[in-house]
């Protein structure tokens, strides 16, 4: 016991001291930086290259919910569009996700995330989450587990993942929700008491992604339920969704 008090103490605090502060490597895909006078050909042949139909021409942006954020059309436009470090886009409001040209990410920042009252209230302090696989690839899956490891340690904030819809205040969806998968994820929310929140995370589920428009899905659950919460990516790094969620909560 002594032995494993000694090791405990060489290892320290592994955790990252100030999430709110951290820095992603240069190489990591976040806020789209765009300019169109960078650019000086057809901006339909920037739009064509998209998988997902994230961009649009007139006036040009990239809509965030849609953008799996592969950099295909940073290549494309000559570097028109420019994928920054900056990994905070989380957002309340889904027009939000829109990014046009000139916007700034401090811009962005000041009006994606309407942190309400009733919210820290009810959740400040501690955020119990029900996570749903709606038919996703594991991605988005891996970096939410990635959220609770000793390096993003998120359950220091009163942020975690339970086994249980009946144990959550909030329930997580990741994937496009599948035929498969509507009924579960619609049991999973009713199981859930009231009050609850819904985060949609990563492009699969804030628009369908790359499987958009697919006959497998069933996305009814959006048009009956309100979504409070909006974190894109293709996954979202587990900074992306933490922030977020304190941001959400009050805890910013």
């Given amino acids: 016991m002594l032995d494993l008090i000694k090791l405990r103490w060489k290892h320290g605090n592994q955790a990252i001291p100030d999430v709110r502060k951290a820095t992603l490597m240069k190489t990591h895909r976040g806020f789209p930086d765009i300019d169109e006078s960078k650019y000086h050909d057809d901006w339909q042949k920037v739009v064509d290259v998209c998988p997902t139909g994230a961009i649009a021409a007139s006036p040009v942006s990239i809509d965030l919910g849609k953008c799996v954020f592969c950099g295909e059309c940073e290549r494309a436009s000559g570097g028109a569009i420019r994928f920054t470090n900056d990994h905070k886009l989380g957002c309340t409001d889904r027009s939000r996700l829109i990014v046009s040209s000139g916007t700034g990410y401090e811009q962005y920042l000041g009006a994606a995330i309407d942190a309400r009252r009733e919210i820290h209230k009810m959740f400040g302090h501690s955020l119990k989450l029900r996570q749903v696989s709606a038919g996703g690839c594991n991605g988005c899956e891996m970096e939410l587990n990635a959220c609770s490891n000793v390096n993003f340690d998120m359950g220091r ?49 804030i628009s369908g992604g790359a499987f958009a428009g697919s006959d497998q899905l069933d996305r009814k659950f959006f048009d009956e339920f309100k979504i409070d919460l909006y974190v894109p990516g293709c996954p979202p790094h587990p900074l992306t969704f933490i922030n977020a969620v304190l941001e959400f909560i009050g805890r910013g």
């Fill in 157 to 205: 904030f009163g942020i975690d993942f339970v086994a249980s819809p009946r144990h959550a205040d909030g329930i997580v969806i990741t994937g496009p929700v599948t035929k498969n998968m509507a009924h579960a994820l619609s049991d999973a929310y009713k199981s859930i008491g009231e009050p609850k929140i819904v985060i949609a995370v990563g492009a699969c589920t």
